[in-house]
């Protein structure tokens, strides 16, 4: 495991302190048993120092480094330096944090039993005490930090999951702008052209048309373009300065498709109201889907559009009257987006489901193709 300089640097002041604290302790033992001029044996000063000084792979190691201070621990008081516990205490808390729990509890047997061997029994009761205590904090402790890391995984994987959909959603929105906009363009151009020698009049206006149509095209497409890399507007606060697409432009999407040649109608039954922000934008595109997939690969005509307001749903029915040419749609049937990539049919299904509607597509008994939505309202 690679470590970086502040964990290299925090495990350098642990052992560090942990070294000092345990040498420390071993010469105020020994002055303190020597009446004051006693001093530690240098072999297990030198001991003590191993074993604060093996810390420093604590992390790669746990294990192994707990077995040698571990040694060094219960080494020291033979060679005349009284044995001191806070290097033991860091390799023990190590070891635990890093689930090696079966090696943590096999030190603290090994330390009790070496330690408790001869001694009192209130100084073997008061250690036992000691090292259950030892333990029970660390399994806390252990426990705490799998929480801990359990948290912060699930954070990330929101982040990530967020970021997927709204890759997803700008994906669709893009596509959508672009789709409807250069069908109608197409459309446009090739009649210009047919009609530039013979009718130039109507050609004119076809070519305004484009224009139109190209100038909506760029303004939708850079207020997409503007929410993605915009690090001012929105995040202080500031509304876009485009209107969010809804069904109340619906009426712009029929004009664009009748400049085509495609002859559109719009309707709406029931008690038509405002609806909410996410399905009222899911219900325009889901239209403006469905007629760009009319204008570009049917052999119709004409299409017609219908609202359908119900108490707690919205039902959106777009008919067309030309023939499926053989692809298939979400639902597994023939669609009128054979000479696309049925991305549009995949991106309607999906506004659909993210707001817990339905979307189904595919030609009509009586000729023609149907999509159908119902988004909740």
């Known amino acids: 495991m690679t470590r970086t300089a502040r964990q290299w640097a925090a495990d350098a002041g642990i052992a560090a302190l942990a070294t000092g604290a345990d040498l420390g302790f071993s010469v105020a033992c020994a002055r303190w048993h020597g009446s004051g001029h006693g001093q530690p044996d240098p072999f297990g000063m030198l001991l003590l120092g191993v074993g604060g000084l093996a810390l420093l792979a604590r992390r790669r190691y746990p294990v192994a480094v707990l077995g040698v201070v571990l040694g060094a621990t219960l080494g020291a008081p033979l060679l005349g330096a009284s044995g001191a516990w806070c290097a033991l205490i860091v390799a023990f808390f190590t070891a635990v944090l890093r689930g090696r729990r079966v090696a943590a509890i096999a030190s603290l047997v090994i330390g009790y039993g070496v330690s408790a061997w001869g001694a009192s029994a209130q100084a073997a009761l008061l250690l036992l005490a000691a090292l259950i205590t030892l333990l029970s904090v660390a399994e806390l402790s252990r426990a705490l930090n799998a929480r801990a890391v359990a948290d912060r995984n699930r954070r990330e994987e929101a982040i990530a999951r967020r970021?997927?959909?709204?890759?997803?959603?700008?994906?669709?929105?893009?596509?959508?702008?672009?789709?409807?906009?250069?069908?109608?363009?197409?459309?446009?151009?090739?009649?210009?052209?047919?009609?530039?020698?013979?009718?130039?009049?109507?050609?004119?206006?076809?070519?305004?048309?484009?224009?139109?149509?190209?100038?909506?095209?760029?303004?939708?497409?850079?207020?997409?373009?503007?929410?993605?890399?915009?690090?001012?507007?929105?995040?202080?606060?500031?509304?876009?300065?485009?209107?969010?697409?809804?069904?109340?432009?619906?009426?712009?999407?029929?004009?664009?498709?009748?400049?085509?040649?495609?002859?559109?109608?719009?309707?709406?039954?029931?008690?038509?109201?405002?609806?909410?922000?996410?399905?009222?934008?899911?219900?325009?595109?889901?239209?403006?889907?469905?007629?760009?997939?009319?204008?570009?690969?049917?052999?119709?005509?004409?299409?017609?559009?219908?609202?359908?307001?119900?108490?707690?749903?919205?039902?959106?029915?777009?008919?067309?009257?030309?023939?499926?040419?053989?692809?298939?749609?979400?639902?597994?049937?023939?669609?009128?987006?054979?000479?696309?990539?049925?991305?549009?049919?995949?991106?309607?299904?999906?506004?659909?489901?993210?707001?817990?509607?339905?979307?189904?597509?595919?030609?009509?008994?009586?000729?023609?193709?149907?999509?159908?939505?119902?988004?909740?309202?």
């Open 163 to 377: 970021a997927s959909e709204e890759r997803l959603a700008i994906a669709r929105d893009l596509h959508d702008v672009v789709a409807h906009s250069i069908s109608v363009i197409n459309v446009q151009a090739n009649t210009a052209l047919h009609l530039m020698d013979r009718q130039p009049n109507r050609a004119r206006e076809a070519l305004t048309a484009v224009r139109e149509v190209s100038g909506q095209a760029l303004a939708e497409f850079g207020a997409v373009l503007g929410a993605l890399r915009d690090t001012d507007g929105f995040t202080s606060g500031e509304a876009p300065l485009a209107p969010v697409p809804g069904v109340a432009r619906l009426d712009e999407l029929a004009a664009r498709a009748r400049s085509a040649g495609f002859t559109v109608s719009v309707a709406a039954e029931g008690c038509v109201r405002q609806l909410p922000a996410g399905v009222d934008a899911a219900a325009y595109r889901i239209v403006q889907e469905a007629l760009t997939n009319a204008v570009r690969h049917s052999a119709g005509r004409s299409a017609s559009v219908l609202l359908r307001y119900g108490d707690d749903e919205l039902m959106i029915e777009v008919d067309d009257d030309g023939a499926a040419v053989g692809a298939s749609s979400p639902g597994g049937r023939a669609s009128a987006v054979a000479a696309g990539s049925g991305n549009g049919l995949i991106g309607m299904a999906e506004r659909a489901r993210s707001l817990g509607g339905t979307l189904d597509a595919g030609p009509r008994p009586g000729g023609g193709f149907r999509v159908l939505a119902r988004l909740p309202a």
